[in-house]
């Protein structure tokens, strides 16, 4: 089996701040495809934020273009989401998220982590 854990949130930032997100990949991980990182809000569908490709290409939602950056360390099995000036509207819960990642010699597809809490005060 493998699971995505994410780590780093369950805080409450003030506007302006920064917060910065892990999400490791447990078990005999031999590769892992895209990293995403989505956010979701009550009442509102998953958004899909920042994406990181096994090639270290990103994207970006619109909404946090300029102050959020996705990276891996393919070592560590992990994916980070460094969050900067943070707003009030960043308030979510994030989840970490990866297309295929192969353990053993069985691959996985669409895993997701259980999510971690971001609550930014005004």
């Known amino acids: 089996q493998v699971q995505l854990r994410e780590s780093g949130g369950g805080l409450v930032v003030q506007a302006g701040g920064s917060l910065r997100l892990s999400c490791l990949a447990s078990?005999?991980?031999?590769?892992?495809?895209?990293w995403d990182w989505y956010r979701q809000t009550p009442g509102k569908q998953r958004e899909l934020v920042a994406t990181?490709?096994?090639?270290?290409?990103?994207n970006y939602a619109d909404s946090v273009k300029g102050r959020f950056a996705i990276s891996r360390d393919n070592s560590k099995n992990t994916a980070y989401l460094q969050m900067n000036s943070l707003k009030p509207e960043d308030t979510a819960v994030y989840y970490c998220?990866?297309?295929?990642?192969?353990?053993?010699?069985?691959?996985?597809?669409?895993?997701w982590g259980q999510g971690t809490l971001v609550t930014v005060s005004s």
């Open positions: 998220h990866t297309p295929r990642i192969i353990v053993g010699s069985i691959a996985y597809l669409d895993r």
């Open positions: 078990g005999r991980v031999f590769s892992i495809d895209a």
């Open positions: 990181i490709t096994s090639g270290g290409s990103t």
